[in-house]
């Protein structure tokens, strides 16, 4: 590997993934990642600029935020990229009402969409809602459309809570594109399109930018494929195997956010 110095040469803009690398989520509201909160607060204060850039679909971003600021976060709404807005905007450009397989309390967020007579499927991270009914539903929607289409709010495998490791939207994602013969649309990392949206509000070209994540494939491989570039930290979901994916690697590895900033600021922008 390079050293940090020519990797993390020209940064001026930072994305940062958040469960998992702030705040690992859970009852209560979860808790911070440690030197997570004073990280983001140096980062902000750097002049480099920052942007929240999540695949969280089972809140929303304002029950997230919310959270996040109780546990101590300088974060705002406006600075938060996410599944569900995107999801929002294609499904009006494109005329698509949807059956929603969705959380509870992201449900809000798809107030203004007509949900009647669907002619496609949104899938997000139901959580407790992924039951055999709620997925067959979903399942004969799409089978009986002559056209299917499925937008899922990510892929993600799993994720990590408090409590452990969760089965995150992808399998189930998985199993209606199986069963249906279909292909979902991904809505959210590793989407190009999400990237190239969060680079735009973020304000700064993808070879100016760096995404700081815990998912190997959804974090780091999805900004690489974007022109970024991309650490991964050994918190969250992070598992030792990720250093030797066979397919994704990393720009650089820390143990922790607080480590990722404590070398942006050595080094970025130089």
């Known amino acids: 590997m390079a050293a940090w110095g020519e990797r993390l040469a020209g940064v001026r803009g930072v994305l940062l993934d958040i469960s998992g690398v702030l705040y690992d989520s859970g009852e209560g509201g979860g808790r911070p990642i440690a030197g997570s909160v004073e990280a983001v607060a140096r980062l902000k204060r750097s002049g480099l600029r920052v942007r929240f850039c999540t695949n969280e679909s089972q809140k929303s971003r304002g029950r997230l935020v919310g959270e996040l600021r109780r546990l101590g976060f300088d974060v705002s709404e406006a600075e938060v990229t996410a599944p569900p807005p995107a999801a929002c905007r294609l499904l009006q450009e494109r005329g698509l009402r949807p059956h929603l397989l969705v959380h509870d ?27 055999y009914r709620n997925m067959n539903r ?74 700081i994540g815990d998912d190997i494939v959804g974090d780091v491989g999805g900004a690489q494929r974007c022109g970024m570039r991309a650490l991964q930290v050994r918190t969250g979901k992070f ?30 922008d130089k």
């Open 105 to 131: 309390e992201v449900r809000s967020e798809f107030d203004q969409i007509d949900t009647s007579n669907p002619n496609c499927v949104v899938i997000a991270d139901a959580g407790e809602h992924f039951s």
């Open 138 to 211: 979903a399942f004969q929607v799409l089978m009986g459309l002559a056209d299917p289409v499925l937008i899922s709010l990510g892929k993600g495998r799993y994720y990590k809570e408090t409590s452990g490791l969760m089965l995150d939207v992808g399998g189930y994602m998985k199993a209606l594109e199986y069963a249906c013969g279909v292909e979902a649309e991904v809505v959210g990392k590793p989407s190009p399109e999400f990237f190239r949206s969060a680079l735009r509000e973020l304000g700064v070209e993808a070879h100016q930018a760096v995404m």
């Open 239 to 268: 598992r030792p195997s990720d250093e030797h994916h066979p397919e994704v690697k990393a720009d650089g590895y820390v143990d922790n956010l607080a480590e990722a900033v404590d070398l942006l600021l050595l080094h970025a």
